[in-house]
């Protein structure tokens, strides 16, 4: 049991020593691809993740008001 707890405590330190890296985004967060022909997620880990394409004929653009990404006609202009 003693070495149980040891062993628990070691991990637990480690767990704390090795924060989860921060790449710039807050998890649950969007954006659109670099290229507008999609958009991703931020994930648990601070890091961006594909999330979908938009379909043929649209491009991904970001509404900064309500932060979310929206597949629109390229000459759309999101107010």
Known sequence: MKFTTVAFA????LATANPTPNFGCKPGTYACLPNGEGW??????????????CPPKTVCKFDK?????????PNFTIP
């Open 40 to 53: 991703e997620v931020c994930n648990t880990r601070a890091v961006f993740v594909f999330a979908g394409n």
């Open 10 to 13: 070691a991990l637990a330190s």
């Open 65 to 73: 008001q309500n932060g979310s990404p929206y597949c629109v006609p």
